[in-house]
């Protein structure tokens, strides 16, 4: 399958919006839910250009991890563990800043990468956009 991350209130395009963060900040949490563009939600008629109609993911199985890293760079900062949350057919994830992912300040992008107990690799296809500013 093919899918496409948003989070629980915006869709993220090809390049999401910017996510804000401080640097050396650990208490944050991000949420998404990870959806299938090519298969119908529940009740829904696909829609090729609407995520509400796409069915989440199911996340059974899985380990999943966010690949940070700077822009512009092709080497991976941090790669962080992502959460599935139960029933862990409903595709939302969550994760927790580790203190090294966000120890610098700048523009990084992310991708989100599922790895199924088969060892099926879904890496998807939009990237997350962080901007970490200094901290006071």
């Known amino acids: 399958p093919t899918g496409t991350v948003y ?24 949420t998404l839910i990870l959806k299938d563009s090519n298969k119908a939600a529940e009740g829904a008629t696909l829609n090729p250009t609407d995520p ?4 989440p993911l199911d996340l059974t199985d899985a380990t999943i991890v966010l690949k940070l890293r700077p822009e512009g760079s092709s080497t991976v900062k941090a790669t962080v563990p992502m959460y599935r949350v139960a029933p862990y057919t409903s595709g939302e994830l969550f994760l927790q800043w580790p203190a090294e992912a966000l120890d610098t300040a700048g523009m990084f992008s992310a ?15 939009k990237e997350l956009r962080f901007q970490v500013r200094e901290d006071y």
């Open 7 to 30: 989070s629980n209130t915006d869709s993220f395009r090809e390049y999401s919006q910017t996510i804000k963060l401080v640097r050396g900040d650990t208490g944050g949490e991000l």
């Open 52 to 55: 509400d109609t796409w069915a």
């Open 111 to 125: 991708e989100v990468e599922v790895t199924y107990a088969s060892g099926q690799v879904l890496t998807i296809y």
